[in-house]
């Protein structure tokens, strides 16, 4: 069995955060850890990196599994990370592994680009997305899509409605903020400050995992699959990007689509602004 693990740049050192921890949740594909009040994701799906994960092989699932139960002590050296359970100690070699960038750039705006990007995300059906009917919710996203939007105590408003608004890990108005972040990094780097700013002073009232997702994406560090649509979107490969923009689609229940109707936010927002700007 090949020891070879994918780690998130942003997590690099693994010990950086501490030398104890704990598992912090277990799921079918993924489990989580605590180390202080840092949360690091490991993910047996090859196609998935989190922003604060590390990907570990598929055939090291049925193994591992077994010493995975909540609350588990977890040991942390620069090399190694031992799982301290009630069938026994589980060791996972670090010493071979692939530190992976996950951070976005801002890039020039192509505005033929974006609208092509526009285009491809209009063909996806939101009808079936996780958004929240609300009026408030509603509302607020509208305000998302105008170019007018630069006061910090209206954004911490609007945020409020927004995050941890639906239900599951990542509630449906975080993975909408993920995607609305994801072009601002790419796009807007004023409009992408302002939100970081509200993020880091603020109390995000969500779920622990959603929450850390969203620290992440204020440091424009973002998941592998938007990572890699940043790649295509940047020289421009069409056809990539509208195979990655399906497999977006596709992430775990309506988050994936969630994400999307975020990305066509912030495109609606960066075209309006064009517009404005004339």
Known sequence: MSNRRQVSESIFPINKFGKIGKIHSVFETTFNI?????????????????????????????????YLQKNNIISIKENEIVIYSNVGILKLDFSLIDI??????????????????????????????????????????QILKTPYLNDPDI???ILNIIVGNGIGLTPAGDDLLVGYMFIM??????????????ISRKKLSTTDISREYLRQCAEGVFSSPLYKLFEYIKVRDMLQVK??????????????????????????YIIERINQNG
Do not use: C, W
């Not at 994701?41 to 604060?52: R, Y």
């Open 100 to 141: 992976v960038p996950l951070t976005v750039e801002t890039i020039q705006i192509n505005l033929e680009m974006i609208k092509k990007l526009q285009e491809l995300i209009s063909e996806f059906d939101f009808n079936q997305s996780g958004l929240p009917d609300d009026t408030r919710f509603k509302n607020s996203l």
């Open 34 to 66: 605590n180390v202080g009040d840092q949360l690091i994701h490991f993910s047996f799906n090859s196609n998935f990196l989190s922003s604060f994960g590390i990907k570990i092989l598929n055939e090291d699932i049925s193994y591992i599994k077994k």
């Open 155 to 157: 954004l911490t408003e």
């Open 185 to 198: 990094k790419m796009y807007d780097s004023n409009a992408f400050d302002l939100f970081r700013k509200v």
């Open 243 to 268: 195979r990655q923009l399906y497999k977006i689609s596709k992430l775990g229940g309506t988050s994936g689509l969630d994400t999307l109707a975020g990305i066509n936010a912030g495109i609606d």
